[in-house]
């Protein structure tokens, strides 16, 4: 049987840093050994605006991971978002030479190189190419060309890209904590190792993952993802708008949307909750009713601007299994029925990931990503060349980092 390996996931959002610890058992399965979260300070729509601060933050929540878990943390896998990252589709063609009618490993690089052969922002690395279809002569969704005999070799990729800088800021933050960096990966992309099974991925499927200060999407179709994103919109500005509406402190918004908010504002009542006052604060009644209206309104933007880019390339209306919600916003109550009516799909935010491990909190919605980093490292490292963290980011980024990367 083959040995247990332990990789470690980590998540830098506006609300929270964290660190997921866990093992790969010789036969697949992923235990979590422990986690460490500390509130994120110096993150702003899920992008790094202080990095010492940051810096400060996953230290401490390092040092909770390896207690908990007893394990010396040395490098991880880290999830990236911001709204800088977009995505777009590539096709990679190759023929095969008059002498070589056998398709082989090499024709298979060079057609993915071709499609990562693409015109990107001057500022702007690729982060991902994900295949999603082969084709040989004509014949559609090919799974493996190799040993095939054919003339013209084809295939279809997902191009992922995002700001050269913001990316690295994230990395370096992570290297001055004495850790190293195996990989970086979109966040929604983590998110469905989990959240999304197979069956799911091949009827069609979009994963929204709504935090605090971003929400990031994922649409896959036929097995393979199709269109991907971010927005720079989350649970912040849930509580931004109740501020300016009701007229109340940040922190009053806050703990008001979380004990009280909802997103179906048909479904509450015409309760008033009285706020007491204190020493900042003067004290306010407020209608329940209005408080939903509120978030309810923010919410409908959100998930239409969503559905508007998903339904640009032509696949959405494929869509079968529906729509899967996760992120701590995917808590609010009324957001399951408003969510269906807009997107006109069935929806469902997922619960346990189907993972053992003592540590419970893990299994909160908001815990999705770094979870989904354990499962995409597994997959990673059954599937790729074994190759030095630095040798494998600077091969993806193809010079993202030149000299200034460490």
Do not use: W
Not at 142 to 165: F, S, T, W
Not at 238 to 265: F, Q
């Amino acid at each position: 049987m083959a040995k247990s390996k332990i990789f470690v996931g980590l998540e830098i959002g506006t609300y929270k840093v964290c660190l997921a610890v866990g093992e790969v058992r010789g036969d697949g399965a992923i235990k979590i050994l422990g986690q460490g979260t500390h509130p994120s300070s110096g993150v702003r729509k899920g992008e790094i605006t202080d990095a010492e601060q940051v810096s400060v933050c996953i230290r401490e929540a390092l040092a909770k991971a390896e207690e908990k878990s007893a394990v010396e943390v040395e490098s991880v896998y880290l999830a990236i978002t911001g709204a800088h990252i977009t995505s777009m589709q590539s096709r990679g063609r190759a023929r095969i030479g008059d002498d070589q009618s056998e398709i082989t490993e090499e024709d298979l690089g060079e057609v993915k190189e071709m499609a990562r052969n693409v015109t990107l922002p001057p500022d702007h690395g690729i982060i991902h190419s994900i295949l999603q279809h082969y084709y040989v002569d004509g014949q559609e969704k090919v799974v493996n060309p190799v040993g095939m005999l054919g003339q013209k070799l084809e295939a279809d990729y997902h191009i992922i890209h995002g700001q050269k800088n913001r990316v690295q800021n994230s990395i370096r933050c992570v290297r001055e904590c004495r850790l190293e960096v195996e990989d970086i990966v979109f966040s929604p992309i983590a998110a469905a190792q989990v959240l999304l099974n197979r069956e799911t991925r091949q009827q069609g499927a979009v994963l929204i993952d709504i935090g605090a200060g971003t929400t990031e999407y994922a649409m896959y179709l036929d097995g393979a993802i199709i269109a991907s994103g971010c927005v720079g919109v989350g649970g912040d500005h849930l509580t931004n708008d109740l501020s300016i509406v009701l007229k109340l402190p940040m922190v009053r918004s806050e703990k008001l949307k979380i004990e009280h908010g909802s997103a179906d504002p048909d479904s509450v009542d015409d309760e008033v909750i009285d706020l007491e006052a204190d020493s900042h604060f003067a004290g306010a009644p407020v209608e329940r009713s209005l408080l939903a209206q509120v978030i309810a309104s923010r919410l409908r933007e959100l998930f239409e601007l969503i559905k508007q880019r998903l339904m640009e390339g032509g696949s959405y209306q494929k869509i079968g299994a529906g729509i899967f919600l996760t992120g701590g916003v995917s808590l609010t109550p009324g957001i399951g029925t408003l969510a269906e009516e807009i997107f006109e799909l069935p929806v469902r935010r997922p619960g346990d990931p189907g993972m053992s491990g003592p540590s419970i909190p893990m299994e909160h919605p908001q815990y999705s990503v770094p979870i989904g980093l354990l499962r995409y490292a597994q997959l990673m490292d059954e599937n790729r060349p074994k190759a030095g963290a630095l040798a494998s980011l600077t091969r993806r980024f193809k010079g993202m980092f030149g000299g200034g990367a460490k």
